[in-house]
Antibody
Framework: QMQLQESGPGLVKPSQTLSLTCTVS??????????WTWIRQPAGKGLEWIGR???????KYNPSLESRVTISVDTSKNEFSLNLDSVTAADTGVYYC?????????????WGQGTLVTVSS | DIQMTQSPPSLSAAVGDRVTITCRAS??????LNWYQQKSGKAPKLLIS???TLQGEAPSRFSGSGSGTDFTLTISSLQPEDFGTYSC?????????FGPGTRVDMK
């Protein structure tokens, strides 16, 4: 059964870059069946789709974050990553990675356990 | 972006109760609607995809219905493990968007 696990710093200073990695086990990020997705959730608030990457490197981002976000995939390490530039306190929250179906009706399953990122000096 | 709303924002119910949560999209999303369950401090878990398709190990007491702009999640007989927050999500077009969630707690 596929599992996803986020990793990265839990504290990032304002104006710096938030960098997270999602390691995939029990399956391959090289599969052409799936997109690999990042989603975040500020404390006490709803979920926000950040964007996705396909094994070939094609990406799609939320326009609200597009100027600051980069999602990439490393098939040799079976992982994908998120970089979010110029962070502010508004970027504080739990960040999840998830698998998304590439064909048919998209849906997120499974999810990583999530990692809390706090933006503070 | 497609806006998703849910009602009620929260509800209190007892074990055995029938619970209904409504989700509305700001435009026609056909049946591209997913439901997730989230427990405190945990990641969301997919319950239902394409408005009515029960996923994985989700119990049969969960059901979904609707198409277009109006959707419903029903729990036929609430169990203790069902307390948490339920969120809808449209997968009709990017950026994919979620509803604000409906918190279900114990009466």
């Amino acid at each position: 059964q596929m599992q996803l696990q986020e990793s990265g710093p839990g504290l990032v200073k304002p104006s710096q870059t938030l960098s997270l990695t999602c390691t995939v086990s029990g399956g391959s990020v090289s599969s052409d069946t799936y997109y690999w997705t990042w989603i975040r959730q500020p404390a006490g608030k709803g979920l926000e789709w950040i964007g996705r990457v396909y094994s070939g490197g094609t990406t799609k981002y939320n326009p609200s974050l597009e100027s600051r976000v980069t999602i990439s995939v490393d098939t040799s390490k079976n992982e994908f990553s998120l970089n979010l530039d110029s962070v502010t306190a508004a970027d504080t929250g739990v960040y999840y990675c998830a698998r998304d179906l590439r064909w048919g009706a998209p849906h997120f399953d499974p999810w990583g356990q999530g990692t809390l990122v706090t933006v503070s000096s | 972006d497609i806006q998703m709303t849910q009602s009620p924002p929260s509800l209190s119910a007892a074990v055995g109760d029938r619970v209904t949560i409504t989700c509305r999209a700001s435009q026609n999303i056909r049946s591209y609607l997913n439901w997730y369950q989230q427990k405190s401090g945990k990641a969301p878990k997919l319950l239902i995809s394409t408005a009515s398709t029960l996923q994985g190990e989700a119990p049969s007491r969960f059901s979904g219905s609707g198409s277009g702009t109006d959707f419903t999640l029903t729990i036929s007989s609430l169990q203790p493990e069902d307390f948490g927050t339920y969120s809808c999500q449209q997968s009709y077009m990017t950026p994919f968007t979620f509803g604000p969630g409906t918190r279900v707690d114990m009466k």
